[in-house]
């Protein structure tokens, strides 16, 4: 199975920037779809972006899309979201997470394996 850490976590004002990272370990990252989620107590996990096994395809959800960016770098087993633009209503509990697929379709993918997730906090 494929181990995930997030980092990249913090504090930021209302407009500026974060980008986070999640390194994987323990399989052939190139093999995974990847996934971004975020969650607020009290609410469900929701799904914020994800990104094909070789980077050519990602998806967004609406609330992030023209402010978050989601890539990967394969030979370093990372996964990044750079979050711009950042909102109050952006602030969560951020994972990462793993499925393992070639597909280029969002709907198909089944995330199996998850982070522990790293806290980002915005101020207004």
């Known amino acids: 199975q494929v181990q995930l850490r997030e980092s990249g976590g913090g504090l930021e004002q209302a407009g500026g920037s974060l980008r986070l990272s999640c390194e994987a370990s323990g399989r052939t990252f190139s093999n995974y779809a990847m996934g971004w989620f975020r969650q607020v107590p009290g609410k469900e996990r929701e799904f914020v972006a994800a990104?094909?096994?070789?980077?050519?395809?990602?998806h967004y959800a609406d609330s992030v899309k023209g402010r978050f960016t989601i890539s990967r770098d394969n030979d370093q087993s990372t996964v990044y979201l750079q979050m711009n633009s950042l909102k109050p209503e952006d602030m969560a509990v951020y994972y990462c997470?793993?499925?393992?697929?070639?597909?280029?379709?969002?709907?198909?993918?089944?995330?199996?394996?998850w982070g522990q997730g790293t806290q980002v906090t915005v101020s207004s």
């Open positions: 997470a793993a499925d393992y697929t070639h597909s280029d379709y969002l709907e198909t993918y089944r995330f199996k394996w």
């Open positions: 990104i094909s096994w070789s980077g050519a395809t990602t």
